[in-house]
C-alpha cells in the first residue's frame, strides 16, 4: 500500500494516473489554483473553457484526488446544509430555491460533461432516494417534502413504505423521498479524467507540491513551494478541510472523517434479493447518515454512521482507517440488509471533509480581490464543487452573476472556538447528536435536533 494512505481505497486501486512533475524554478501564470481536487479541477475547467487563452496552474501537494475527492461516496446531490428543511429556515425561501436550483443544475451538467469529454468514471443518474427508518426520520422526511412544495422544487416524490421497499428490498424502511437530481459516479475516475481534460485545454498541473505561503507581491500574489515560486495575477484556495491548517481559515473550517466500507461483489442471485435496479444513491435521516450505493462491478459502498473529529484539526494518513466505526458501520448494514450479513467488506476507507459553523460552504475572497476561496462542504461538495467552481470563476473573471450572489457566498463567517475549546464542543455534540440518533432509534418521536446541540450551535455560531 502507498505510505501516503493509512488504508486501501479501492477508487484510487480502481483508476490510475500518472503523476505530473513538482514545481521546480519560478513560474508566472494568469491563475494558480491551489489544490486538485474537484474545487480545483472544475475551477480549472471552467475557467478555460470561458477564456482558453488563460494561463491556468494547478498545484497539489500530494496527487489529483488526494483529498476527499478521490475517496468520498461519489454521489452527486443537491444537498447543501443539513437538509432542504434547515436551508429554508436558515436563509429564507428565494435564497434556499436559488441556492438547490444551483446545484441541482451542476449535477445535470457533470452528467452532459463526463459524456461529452469522454470521461469514463462510470456516472448512473439513478436519483436519491431519502428513507426514514424510524418515526423521527419520517418527520425529517416530510418536512424536506415540505420544504421542496414551499419552495416549488421540481422532482421530488413521496413513497411509501412499500414503494421503497419495492425499490430496494430492506425491511428497515417505513418511507422515503425520492429526488431525481443526483447521479453516483467512480469519484477518483472523475479526477483522473477531469485532470485529463483540463490538461488538455492548456492547464499545467504540479503535483507533489506543498504551497507553504500564498502571499502579496506588489500587485500580484506569489505563492511558495519548496522548489520554487509561482507568481499570478489570482490564486483559488481549493484545499477545503486541509484550509484549516492555514491562519485564514484556522476558526473557520474544522476537518471531521466519515467513513465508508466497501462489500466484496454481489452474485446475482444477492442482487435479486436487494433489487435496487435503478442504482439510485440512498441516505438515510439521521445526524450522522448512512450513505450507500451500488457500485458498477456489483458491490456495495456502505458509508456514514459516526464522525470524528481529530484533536488540533489534524489530518494524517493514521486515520484513513477506524476500526470502531468500521464495526459501527458493519452493524448498521447487516441490520438495513439481513439477507446479505455473510458479504464480507473487502475495503474500509476514510478521508476529512471540511465543516463549518453554518453547515453551508465559505466561498469569498482575500488580499484585496485577488485571493479567491471555495470550501467547507460539509461532507456533500461532490455537486456543490461544481458549482463553487462557476462561482470561483466568475470571480476570477470579475464577474457579478446570480452564482456570485448565492446565499454561501461573502457572508459573515462564525468561528469555532479555538483548541482545547474546539475539540471539546465538537465531542459533546457529536456525542449529543448520536444519542439523539440511538433515541430515535428507540422510537422516541425527535425529529428537530439536540437541544443541547442547538444550544452549542448558538453559542459559537
Ligand atoms: C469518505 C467520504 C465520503 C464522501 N461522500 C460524499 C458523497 O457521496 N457526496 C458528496 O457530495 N460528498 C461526499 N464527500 C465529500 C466530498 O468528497 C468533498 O466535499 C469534495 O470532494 C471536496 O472537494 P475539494 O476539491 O474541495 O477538496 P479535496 O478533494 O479535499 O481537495 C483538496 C486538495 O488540496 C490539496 N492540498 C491541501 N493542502 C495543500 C497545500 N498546502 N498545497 C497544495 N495542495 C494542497 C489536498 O492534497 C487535496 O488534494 C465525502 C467525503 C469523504 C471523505
Not at 217 to 243: E, H, K, M, S, Y
Not at 288 to 309: A, E, N
Not at 390 to 396: G, H, Q
Amino acid at each position: 500500500m502507498d505510505e501516503r494512505y493509512g488504508s486501501s481505497i479501492y477508487w484510487l486501486e480502481t483508476s490510475a494516473r500518472a503523476a505530473a512533475p513538482p514545481v521546480a524554478g519560478n513560474h508566472t501564470f494568469d491563475v494558480v489554483v491551489v489544490g486538485a481536487g474537484f474545487t480545483g479541477l472544475w475551477t480549472a475547467y471552467h475557467l478555460l473553457e470561458a477564456d482558453p487563452s488563460l494561463r491556468v496552474a494547478l498545484v497539489e501537494r500530494d496527487v489529483v484526488g488526494y483529498g476527499a475527492s478521490g475517496r468520498n461516496g461519489g454521489f452527486a446531490m443537491t444537498l447543501l446544509d443539513m437538509s432542504l428543511a434547515h436551508l429554508r429556515r436558515n436563509h429564507g425561501d428565494d435564497a434556499a430555491k436559488a441556492a438547490h436550483d444551483a446545484v441541482a443544475t451542476s449535477v445535470e451538467e457533470i452528467g452532459a460533461t463526463v459524456a461529452a469529454r469522454d470521461i469514463d468514471c462510470e456516472w448512473r443518474h439513478g436519483g436519491l432516494m431519502v428513507v426514514a427508518t424510524n418515526p423521527g426520520q419520517q418527520r425529517r422526511v416530510d418536512a424536506d417534502l415540505a420544504a421542496a412544495e414551499a419552495l416549488d422544487l421540481a422532482g421530488f416524490t413521496r413513497l411509501s413504505a412499500e414503494e421503497t421497499q419495492a425499490e430496494v428490498h430492506s425491511p428497515t424502511y417505513l418511507g422515503a423521498l425520492r429526488e431525481e437530481h443526483c447521479g453516483v459516479l467512480h469519484p477518483a475516475k472523475l479526477a483522473h479524467g477531469l485532470a485529463r481534460v483540463v490538461e488538455g485545454m492548456g492547464a499545467t498541473i504540479f503535483e507533489g507540491t506543498d504551497v507553504t505561503s500564498i502571499d502579496d507581491a506588489d500587485g500580484r500574489i506569489r505563492v511558495t513551494t519548496p522548489g520554487g515560486g509561482v507568481l499570478a495575477d489570482q490564486v483559488v484556495l481549493a484545499t477545503n478541510a486541509f484550509a484549516a491548517h492555514t491562519p485564514w481559515f484556522r476558526t473557520k473550517v474544522v476537518p471531521l472523517y466519515t467513513y465508508v466500507g466497501l462489500t466484496e461483489p454481489l452474485t446475482d442471485a444477492q442482487w435479486d434479493e436487494v433489487g435496487w435496479a435503478s442504482h439510485c444513491g440512498i441516505e438515510d435521516k439521521r445526524n450522522f447518515v448512512h450513505y450507500y450505493r451500488r457500485t458498477v462491478d456489483g458491490r456495495i459502498l456502505w458509508g456514514g454512521s459516526d464522525g470524528v473529529i481529530r484533536y488540533g484539526s489534524r489530518i494524517e494518513p493514521r486515520y484513513d482507517s477506524d476500526e470502531k466505526v468500521r464495526s459501527r458501520l458493519r452493524r448498521t448494514f447487516e441490520w438495513t440488509f439481513p439477507q446479505l450479513a455473510h458479504v464480507p467488506f473487502s475495503h474500509h476507507w476514510g478521508g476529512p471533509v471540511g465543516i463549518t459553523v453554518t453547515f453551508v460552504p465559505l466561498f469569498g475572497t482575500l488580499l484585496d480581490g485577488r485571493l479567491h476561496y471555495g470550501l467547507g462542504y460539509n461532507g456533500h461538495g461532490v455537486a456543490p464543487s461544481h458549482t463553487g467552481a462557476k462561482i470561483l470563476r466568475d470571480r476570477v473573471l470579475g464577474q457579478d452573476t446570480a452564482l456570485t450572489r448565492l446565499c454561501f457566498v461573502d457572508t459573515k463567517e462564525p468561528t469555532f472556538p479555538p483548541e482545547p475549546l474546539r475539540w471539546v464542543s465538537a465531542e459533546l455534540t457529536r456525542r449529543s447528536l448520536l444519542r439523539q440518533d440511538t433515541r430515535m432509534d428507540d422510537g422516541a418521536q425527535e425529529g428537530d435536533m439536540d437541544p443541547l446541540l442547538l444550544r452549542l450551535m448558538k453559542k459559537f455560531g
